[in-house]
């Protein structure tokens, strides 16, 4: 597959014009701008053309082009790969987002999802049947961008990772088919998502959820090393007593026009709210809390109140860790959350993985089912001038907590795909450190399903694997 060059692209507006319902941009389009932005500042990519199927049969002809004419493509929903991705230069963007609807099934089981569907549009269209999935926290992310890769998420600790929640998926294959995935399929589309075809549809479990109570603490953080210390002693010590599966906390430290905070985003997934509030208070007493916003709310509600406060793009270098126990790398991240740059987008959060999602499956790819704390250390900026002070201090963070383990003990072995850097070539991170166990499985589903490397450029790239 080759970049798209002028007359490779005048070719295909000649195609496209032949199936007026697929609207496209190029650079020149009045609104190429807009639909080229993308959560990521640090691309500078612009792809020669972003097309908009309206159907999953448009992605098939689209594919069934590039295919045939060797035009490489890069699939876009969210637009909020940490790096990227979805925005090359030279490479056709298919922007999946007008194929978005939630169909749920009678019996309110399950739900059909399009595969361009954000996760607030979904947890919207659940709401209003009083129904709930796990998502992330952010509405504006692509929902099978986040699912089909992991997906942690306020309700994972109850129902399971994003992952766990596909029973089936429709895919666009490199022929341009449209076929329903087998069992062997879906369980690699069940962490290693896009990369053996364009996800058009995929059904997911629903729950029944209607109320929850969720916000945002915030704890005294003069001295935050002390902060997180306690406040993880104390966490610590509550979860040996055994967690409720409806509660998950997300722990973050954040720069605010106040100056730099260490808090937590609290979600009680359950309409039980009093038991909820009881969860709360234990949690409140871990530290010293200076600012609560916690109160009954829906999962939409949530979702928006979140977009709220993070930003919607910026440069952003990400490192990530898994580890067992934060207690034995408390005094690591301590020190360094001293040293995180003040710019708005710069920030540490913790996900935790217990309960269902941390339970060994042979139905997913997903490579680290141990119970751990997925480290997020985001060296994120705002402005361009702050862009490598952030880096720097997300690179020396992941450094010195990872100096820490010097039994190999504490920390996984594993990385999370999402926020994990790939490298400036395909292959950098090494596959086994995603998928773990299952990294032969998935190079061996790869074959199978793309022998020709079709979706090269989905991640992650396996150029180097399937050569071999
Ligand atoms: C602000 C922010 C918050 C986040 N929060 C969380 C969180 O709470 N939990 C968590 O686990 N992760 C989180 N992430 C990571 C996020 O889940 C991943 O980056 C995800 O892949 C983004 O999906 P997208 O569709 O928005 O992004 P895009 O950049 O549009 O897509 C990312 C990749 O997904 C693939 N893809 C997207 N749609 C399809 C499709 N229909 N078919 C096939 N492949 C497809 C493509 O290969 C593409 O390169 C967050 C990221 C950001 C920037």
Redesign the pocket.
């Known amino acids: 597959m080759g970049s798209v060059g002028s007359q490779k692209l005048s070719e295909l507006e000649v195609f496209l014009n032949k199936h007026p319902h697929i609207t496209y941009a190029t650079p020149s389009s009045p609104n190429y701008a807009s639909l080229r932005e993308?959560?990521?500042l640090d691309c500078k990519s612009n792809p020669p053309i972003i097309v908009r199927p309206q159907k999953a049969e448009d992605v098939g002809l689209l594919v069934q082009y590039a295919k045939s004419q060797g035009i490489k493509f890069?699939?876009?929903?969210?637009?909020?790969?940490?790096f990227?991705?979805?925005?090359i230069d030279g490479a056709m963007t298919i922007d999946?987002r007008d194929?978005t609807y939630v169909h749920i099934e009678q019996g309110k089981k399950l739900a059909k999802v399009g595969?361009?569907t954000?996760q607030g549009d979904l947890a919207t269209a659940l709401h209003k049947e009083g129904l709930a999935t796990p998502t992330?926290?952010?509405p504006?992310?692509?929902?099978?961008?986040?699912a089909?890769?992991?997906?942690?998420?306020p309700l994972s600790a109850q129902f399971g990772l994003?992952a766990d929640q596909i029973v089936a998926a429709k895919?666009v294959d490199p022929s341009g088919k449209i076929v329903e995935a087998d069992d062997k399929l879906l369980r690699g589309i069940r962490g290693a998502?896009?990369i053996f075809?364009?996800?058009?549809e995929i059904t997911v479990k629903v729950y029944p959820l209607n109320k929850i109570l969720a916000g945002n603490l915030i704890f005294a953080s003069q001295d935050i090393s002390e902060a997180f210390k306690k406040f993880n002693g104390g966490y610590r010590e509550l979860s040996t007593q055994g967690l409720p599966s409806q509660l998950v906390i997300?722990q973050m430290v954040v720069n605010s026009p106040y100056g730099r905070a260490f808090g937590l985003a609290f979600t009680w997934g359950s309409d039980d709210i009093d038991t909820g509030r009881m969860w709360l208070s234990k949690i409140e007493g871990l530290g010293t809390v200076v600012m609560n916003t916690v109160a009954e709310t829906t999962i939409p509600e949530m979702l928006a109140a979140t977009q709220a406060v993070?930003p919607l793009k910026a440069y952003?270098s990400s490192r990530s860790l898994n580890v067992r126990k934060i207690t034995e790398v408390a005094d690591a991240i301590a020190s360094c959350l001293e040293k995180m740059p003040s710019d708005l987008a710069a920030m540490f959060t913790i996900?935790e993985l217990r309960g269902p999602s941390a339970k060994p499956t042979k139905d997913s790819v997903f490579g680290t089912r141990d119970p751990h704390f997925m480290l997020e250390i985001l060296g994120g900026a705002l402005k361009e001038e702050s862009r490598e002070a952030s880096a720097a201090w997300a690179q020396s963070t992941w450094e010195t907590i990872g100096k820490t383990d010097r039994g190999g003990q504490n920390i996984l072995p594993g990385t999370?795909i999402?926020?994990e850097p790939p490298g400036e070539s395909p292959g950098q991170i090494p596959l086994s450190k995603i998928y773990g166990s299952h990294e032969s499985d998935v190079v061996a589903l790869k074959r199978e399903y793309d022998s020709e490397n079709v979706f090269d450029?989905?991640?992650p790239r396996l150029v180097d694997y399937i050569r071999s």
């Open positions: 993308i959560f990521s890069a699939v876009r929903t969210g637009g909020h790969s940490l990227g991705l979805s925005t999946m194929i595969g361009g954000l992330g926290s952010v504006s992310v692509g929902y099978v961008g986040w089909a890769y992991g997906g942690y998420g994003g895919i998502g896009g075809g364009i996800i058009v997300q993070i952003c996900h999370y999402s926020v450029l989905a991640m």
